[in-house]
C-alpha cells in the first residue's frame, strides 16, 4: 500500500492528497510539494494518523490556514496534516456576567473572534483581523494592536507525538512573546476554552470596524504574505528598523519588502521560497550593518530549498 493508501485506512475519512503543491494552502501563495497532505475529518482520526506516522518515522508538519508559514520550493518530504476546515466546532455558552468558549484548534481565529465580539464579549477584538486558525494562535501566543491570546485563554487540551493528551492551564502554557511551552515542547493543539466578560456590543464592534479600518489602512492585505515577517526586537520595531535601512520596497525576483508596511514580505507575482529567503536575509544583514539589531524571523520555513 502507498503511504497515502495506508493513512486513508488509518484515519477513516477525510480528504487525502498526494504530491500536493503547498503554495494553495498557505497565505504566501508559495511552496512545492508535501509527499502526503491530510485533512482529517475527526480529532480521534487526526490522532491516529499523528501516532502511526511516528512509528513509521514518517516526518509530519500540522498546519491549519497555512499563514506565518514559507515552505521551500522543493515541497516537503513527509506528511502535511491540515486541520482549519473540520476540527473547528465551536460553542458559546453564557454564564451570568461570563462567556465561555469552547473551540477546536482548526477553527479561524478572525471569525471566531468576529463571532465572540458580536455576542458582546470584549477582549478579543485584537484578533479579528489574524488570518491564522485558534491551535496555531495558542501556540505562538498570536496577538495585535495591544491584545494577545494570553489575555483571553482559560485552558488548553493538547496532544504530543506519542498520543498522550493532557489539559494544560493557562499558568502552565508559559506563554510569552510569540512563544509558548506547547511551541517549546512540540505539543499540538486540539482545543482551547477562553472566558470573556459581557459588555456593549455597540462599543465592542466598532472597535472590531476601527481596527479593520486600520488593517486596510496600513498592511499591505492585497498582495499575498505570511504576516509580520519578523519579531519584535527588544526595544525596536522590526518595520521601522527596515524602513530606516532604506528597504521599503527592496525586492529579490518577486519577493519585496511592502510600500505600505515595511514590517511586511509580499509576494508580488510570482515570488519563489528562495526569493523571499534569500530577501529576508539581505534585510536582516542591512538592518544588523546599520543599527546593530539583528531580524528574528517569525515566519517558520519548511521543508526543503534550493
Known sequence: MTLAENLSEIIGGGQILENEPMKNHTTFRIGGPADVLVCPETEDGFIRGLGWCRRQKIPVYIIGNGSNLLVGDKGFRGVVFKICRNLDK?????????????????????????????????????????PGTLGGAVAMNAGAYGGEMKDILKSVRAVDMEGNIREFSLEELELGYRTSRIQKEDWIVLSAEMVFEKGDAGAIMARVDELSRQRREKQPLEYPSAGSTFKRPEGYFAGKLIQDAGLKGYRVGDAMVSEKHSGFVINAGAATAEDVRRLMADVDGRVYEKFGVHLEPEVRLIGEFE
Not at 465561555?100 to 477553527?107: Q, T
Not at 471569525?111 to 479579528?128: I, Q, R, Y
Open 90 to 130: 465551536t460553542d458559546i455558552i453564557e454564564e451570568d456576567s461570563v462567556v465561555r468558549v469552547h473551540a477546536g484548534a482548526g477553527a479561524m481565529l478572525a471569525k471566531l473572534a468576529k463571532d465572540v465580539s458580536a455576542e458582546g464579549c470584549g477582549g478579543f477584538e485584537f484578533a479579528t483581523g489574524i
